[in-house]
């Protein structure tokens, strides 16, 4: 077993429940850590028998650019589409933070992580 981290994947977006968070939008952070059988790819040296990074981060992009209501919609998501389109991966967790979220305080950020894998 292996894993894959990309962290720190900046993203503008539009989530939130308030009106106004759909039309100014905010900043955003994922993280995405992917649990698979990385010891084919370390003896073949292929990117097919591997996790393609470039293509969670294209599915972090295309998915954080859908509006949701809760970062746990967005989150839940992601994950699914990294399980349906990557055969290898076994198990993954996503961390979708706001960065300076709009709840009445100074707070840096608010984060949500989920995990899932294969049933």
Known sequence: MGVIKLT????????????EEGKIGSD????????ANLQPSAVSDHLKDTVDYVQINRIVKEEMAIRSKLLEHVAKRIIDRILNEIAIAD????EVSKINPPIGGNVEQVTITMTLGRD
């Open 8 to 19: 720190n994947i900046q993203v503008y977006a539009y989530h939130g429940c308030l009106v």
């Open 28 to 35: 955003y952070r994922v993280d995405v850590a992917v649990n």
């Open 91 to 94: 198990e993954a967790t996503v």
